[in-house]
């Protein structure tokens, strides 16, 4: 396949993921969440693994240590997590879910879910086989 075959693809690849995110930040906005996209990211990882060092969320999350750091410190001034010391290392710190941070995904996880849903709408079992299959074989030939 010629090289401009996979530039197009990687395109549309990297457009609908944009896509994605502006459409799902658009309702969080209309809906008025009172978080982010990459906010909502972060409490559902936090939900999922418990306390995470920052480092380990900005792997979870696919974002640098800098872009993490802000968006961490807005959920702690809205108190949905906080800092604590790192157990394991007292020069760290873990991030830990709040109660407030609980109760803000258990209040906003079905219309998560609905937004999503959007983007899957008119496709079938196959198509998310097929999706899933290419999906997987990019990302395991980007492995570094």
Known sequence: MQIEHYNA???LLERTARRVKQYAQYQFNCREFGITVD?????KNLKQHADLSQKELAEY????QPTLTRI??????????ERRANPMDRRSFVVHLTPAGE???DAL?????EIRMQAWKNLDDTDFEHLKRILNTIYDNLQI
Do not use: M, P, R, T
């Open 9 to 11: 693809y990687s395109f």
């Open 39 to 43: 906010q909502w990211s972060i409490l």
């Open 61 to 64: 999350c696919g974002k640098d």
């Open 72 to 81: 961490v410190d807005l959920l702690v001034q809205k108190g949905l997590v």
């Open 103 to 105: 109760q803000k995904i």
């Open 109 to 113: 996880a079905n219309h998560v879910g």
